[in-house]
């Protein structure tokens, strides 16, 4: 087993993870949450920085964005993920929140080898 593939968790194959699913895993004794965003794969900490709620648990979802005054539209549907405790919105593949800019989940790197999902815990994405 060369240095790459320790540092590797699998989750799941890749089949099994479609677009706009979740699944939560525990890693170490930490919780972490890999989401298929159109087809690709983002990990995130399920704690959210607000106040330490489940937030991998919470809807995947877009936002709606002033575009002009009086002027609100949908946008990045299924890129979201809005936490159960609050509301706060994160992008699901940065980790920063749409609330409160200045917040951010850790997140990790994700790998797809051999038709399975793994996550890479040694480095944040
Ligand atoms: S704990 Fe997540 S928004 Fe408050």
């Known amino acids: 087993m060369d240095d790459l593939v320790k540092d590797l968790v699998e ?13 939560i895993v525990n890693v170490r004794n930490r919780s972490i949450g890999v989401f298929n965003v159109h087809g690709e794969y983002f990990a995130l ?25 009086y002027s609100i539209s949908w946008h ?8 159960p405790w609050h509301s706060w919105e994160f992008d699901i593949r940065t980790g920063k929140t749409l609330t409160e800019p200045t917040r951010s989940v850790r997140t990790f790197k994700t790998v797809l080898k051999d038709g399975r999902v793994y996550i890479e815990t040694g480095a944040s994405r």
């Open 76 to 83: 990045r549907s299924g890129e979201i993920v809005r936490c």
């Open 45 to 69: 900490a399920n704690l959210c920085p607000h106040a330490g709620g489940p937030l991998c648990k919470g809807q995947v979802t877009g936002t709606s964005m002033a575009d002009a005054p």
């Open 11 to 23: 989750v799941c194959a890749i089949r099994d993870l479609q677009p706009g699913q979740t699944k």
